[in-house]
């Protein structure tokens, strides 16, 4: 399976949205909370090419985005053979 990251802050909608599609999946994925910054959001930001807003996504070191993005590659059917690759 993939290896999945997302970054998150604590009450988040988009980054609760995010997990639970992944949770759908059946991914495996590490989350990283970022509520209080630190050094962790600098490596986001720097990963993410300077976006600062969260959930940021990334699977197999590849950004995906944000929750909209990750909901539109599911749309498109793009989402699960990503989720299998690796």
Known sequence: MAKVE?????????CHRATRL???KGAVYEEYDITLGGPQRAEMIQRA???TTVPQIFIDGKHIGGSDDLAALDA???LDPLLKAA
């Not at 997302?6 to 988009?14: A, D, M, V, W």
């Open 6 to 14: 997302i970054y998150t802050k604590f009450g988040c909608p988009y």
């Open 76 to 78: 498109q059917g793009r």
């Open 22 to 24: 992944l949770d759908s």
């Open 49 to 51: 090419n300077g976006r």
